[in-house]
């Protein structure tokens, strides 16, 4: 575990520097399947675990153990498993944990893919989940049966911009022995730890904030203990869901600046916020930053920044929201979030299109409901952006 006393914004330059023996200052790009044996009693001792090392790419690669390393160093975690996405990252946990017959609690708004794996796969292996309100602790603690082996957490939550209180949730979940994953994509460790809040695993999608930089589809997932970590490495192995050598070294690469984004991110949001809230087209703003915000009191206790992203109701529905995307000129008309630049996504008519009206609303999507991911830019230059688009709507 990474010394505590070492600030945030240090650890984002220095974690994961490999002891490389060249002398490498960054580490290289390993781009390579396979690793060779010195002998036959080298392989052997290898593949039984007595030695470390690396065998194949698939099982572990040096330039994919440094990013690793530095996640979990951010996270304050004990180790961290590399994913070809976000939802590899998911979908690794819910196979090596999760068994026939056990039951999950999910957060209702979460990532749409995360709750498709619970209620079609999972299902289809005999896996029950509750979907429940996590913003109500008392709503996720009545949801618990003695076969609840997961809660799974997103907090800050998609698209709606709830919180979960993750200690109050976990204390509960720990005493009927369920285990507490936290998908802590939308504050990223910079801003949220929350291994420190009691959870037992976060799951990132590195494809986000970690990263940075809208060029890279990656997934993690840190642990706190050996025992979880074997069992999670081994199914990683086995079912192939790995990060490749460059996709690491970019995601590392991004890592270095990551404290100094997530201020200007959270910089910026706060700003364009206020600005939404001000503006007579516009219903209600969800952005943890600011005091209108309902949780935002649990928020101060839980994380040490806002993060870049919020929801916002217009107030000519599903019309102003089509209208107010086909005019915005800066912010672009994008899925994802938490790269440098600004993403404006209106889930009505673009991600949550597919889903009638009322399956919309349960998951929290209004008509008018836009989502903005704030980027790095000037501020200024956003908000100019969204008044000019607001004033044709
Ligand atoms: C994007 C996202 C995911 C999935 O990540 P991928 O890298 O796209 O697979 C999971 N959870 C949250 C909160 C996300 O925003």
Redesign the pocket.
Known sequence: MADPRIHPQTLCVHAGTSGEESGALVPPIYQTSSFRFESTAHGAALFAGEQDGYIYTRMGNPTVAAMENAVAALEQGHKSLGCA????A?NTVFSGLLSASDHVVCSRVV?G??ATLLSRIYKKYGVTTSFVNTADSKEVIHALTPKTRMVFL?SPG?PTIDLADIKEITQAAHAGGAVVVV?N??LSPYFQKPLLLGADIVVH????FLNGHADV???IIVVKDEDRYQVLRKVLNQTGGVIDPFNSFLVHRGIKTLSVRMEQHARNATAVARFLENHPGVTWVRYPGLKSHPQYDLGQTQHSGPGGVMAFELKGGYRAGEALLNRVTLCNLAV??GGVETLIQHPASMTHASLGREERKAAGVTDGLVRLSVGIENCDDIIADLLQALEQV
């Open positions: 996405s976000g939802m590899a998911i990532y893919p995360t997103e998609n998908d994509t939308f999608s590195l494809t986000k589809i990656g997934g994802s979030l």
